[in-house]
Nanobody
């Protein structure tokens, strides 16, 4: 059974930093790409960053490029999202995602709120 469990969200001031983690289980983690999505209130779920099987292949949405860094630790079955210089518009629920064999798997989400 695939499980994705996010952690690390919280309340942070503009310009601050947070590190999200997603612990994966129930599948062979090092054989699949991983991604982070986010959903702001009243909006759709958008891709933020993605990573291939190794840390050398990454994708970032334009809005976060240069501020966010996605990485993975295959020994710990964990994917991370380092978020720096956070802005109020980054406020959203952040979800971990894996697309496997034609299906999407999601975690429960972790709330990130950027506010002074």
């Amino acid at each position: 059974q695939v499980q994705l469990v996010e952690s690390g969200g919280g309340l942070v001031q503009p310009g601050g930093s947070l590190r999200l983690s997603c612990a994966a289980s129930g599948f062979t983690f090092n054989q699949y790409g991983m991604a982070w999505f986010r959903q702001a209130p009243g909006k759709g779920r958008d891709a933020v960053a993605a990573i291939g099987l190794k840390n050398s292949v990454t994708y970032y949405a334009v809005s976060v490029k240069g501020r966010f860094t996605i990485s993975r630790d295959n020994a710990k079955n964990t994917v991370y999202l380092e978020m720096n210089n956070l802005k109020p518009e980054d406020t959203a629920v952040y979800y971990c995602n894996s697309h496997m064999d034609g299906s999407d798997y999601w975690g429960q989400g972790t709330q990130v709120t950027v506010s002074s």
